[in-house]
């Protein structure tokens, strides 16, 4: 049932990035219609239309490329990454022989081509059960839309024609449409889908932007061109309020973002604690322009420095030069200050072209993070020989992902013990990524390796909730501030009570949980870096 535009309605989801806003409401309904070519019979030739389909392939896949550089840099490295699926879709023999198969065969178009087998690919996801295929279904229709536009000679985005200031509402946002909103700042994002964990949250949250998401069926429910009132502190959408009721938000929303200011100004400071501890406020980085954004926001140091982006999209690895000189890059605005390297984190549903991947039924429970490097230990080598050069410049930590044994630790440090004895130098600080229910039950069995320990509380409650972070359908199943989650980290606490303990998963940057991080022996943060003000004077009026 749809609401009246003017009546009074709230509505409650889930908030995914912080902040108070008010605006205009826009209804963005997906992308417009495609272009289609009619056939022209009389000059027809299906060489022609093959040429004409590679063509138009190598310019999507430019522009993809392109994309991902332009969210790389000006958004998000981690949200980067995702263009690997849609390149991977347009790459896809199967889905090449097929394309081929019906230009020759039946004589069409490439465009009638990309219509009919992009919609039998998109059906067979959209017919799957898990909200996650459907998903992939609809990135295919994206594709395919794109692909068809392209042959027309059309490259658009709906993104691109947003009204700047709006309140805009969608069901989802592709990681491709982060581009045109970073460049249009809507006020306030309202979504269908899309978790805590998950890539929406990620871009609103790097860009500032306050969002909700889990609004059921929000395109029938909220109305175009309304207004609306955002409230993420206790999720809440006003649509068309009563002048009282805007009178007293506008007035609150004043309030908040003054004291937003004030902890801007204040954000260069230590973080300190009533009762005098210091908690260092870091930042979670992919790039050189996440590090820039990091100083500016006043973080204390490098908390995560996500690996990936340096190897993503290339052929061959990275040399140990190669690695460095990028390294050197994203971290410049950190020198000599602390910096959290964290070991490449790829494998199985982040495929790399030079590492010979097998398909997995389960990929999230596959080959990942330091799995991987155990099978490739020439690509470890090559980080820790890169890493170790930075020794001098920095101070330098390492960090080791996805560790569920105390063996996966334990080859990270034979290898940099051996390294640095080579080079004559003294070990860089190694630590665990506590991600998997079983790392934190055996945390002691792990300490003996390492020297700090991060909880990646992502990926950790994905493993402890069997929920992927990902899949809008098990959100309610994904809590990383459950009870659950804390009460494993005070398990290790306990087992460790002198090991130091940081959080650098989402849940890090999240306030209202920051005294009880605190009270379950959390002695540093890593936050994205539009938050780490809020979370230091979260820090500075709490008392233990
Ligand atoms: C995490 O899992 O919490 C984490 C910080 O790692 P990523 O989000 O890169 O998987
Ligand atoms: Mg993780």
Known sequence: ??????????????????????????????LSDPIDLPDNSLEYSAEN???????????????LLLLATRVEKEIDAKLAEVFGFHSDIL?????????????????????????????KWENRFLLMESVIAKEKGEDIRDISIRLRNALAGVSINPFESIPSGCVLVA?????????????????????????????????TRQMGVPC?????????????????????????VTVNPSPERRTAFLKEKNRYNAHLLESLANASKAAITRSGTRIPVN???????????????GADGIGLYRLEQAYIGRT?????????????????????????????????DKPLPFMGFLAESNPALGRRGIRVMREYPEILHTQLTALLALHNSYDLQILVPMVTLPEDVKFVRDMLAKRCSELNIAEPKLGAM???????????????????MSFGTNDLTQYVFAADRENAAVEPYFDDASEVIFRLIEIVHNDLPTMPLSVCGELAGRPEHTDRLLQCGISALSVAAPLVAIIKDTIRNISR
């Open 283 to 297: 930042a979670n980085v992919g790039c050189h322009e996440d590090s820039d954004k990091a100083m500016k926001n």
């Open 49 to 63: 239309e093959l040429n004409r389909l590679d063509q138009a392939t190598t310019k999507i896949t430019e522009d």
């Open 434 to 452: 506590i991600e998997t229910p079983a790392a934190a039950l055996s945390a002691r069995s792990i300490a003996p390796y390492v020297d700090f």
């Open 1 to 30: 049932m749809s609401i009246k535009h003017s009546k009074t309605v709230i509505l409650h989801g889930l908030s995914v990035s912080p902040g108070l806003a008010d605006g205009t409401i826009h209804l963005q309904r997906g």
């Open 212 to 236: 909700i998401s889990g609004i059921h069926n929000i395109l029938r429910v909220i109305p175009d061109r309304g207004y609306a009132l955002i409230d993420t502190r206790n999720s809440e």
């Open 316 to 348: 061959f690895p990275p040399s140990a030069d190669e690695l460095l000189a990028e390294i050197h890059h994203t971290l410049a605005p950190y020198k000599a200050k602390s910096v959290c390297v964290r070991l490449l984190d790829v494998g199985s």
């Open 91 to 119: 790459s896809d023999k199967l889905l090449k022989d097929e394309l081929k198969k019906e230009i020759v065969d039946n004589l069409v178009s490439a465009s009638s081509a990309v219509k009919s087998v992009f919609l």
């Open 171 to 203: 069901r989802r946002i592709l990681p491709s449409d982060t581009v045109f909103l970073a460049s249009r700042k809507a006020k306030a994002l309202l979504l269908e889908f899309g978790t805590v964990g998950s890539h929406a949250a990620l871009f």
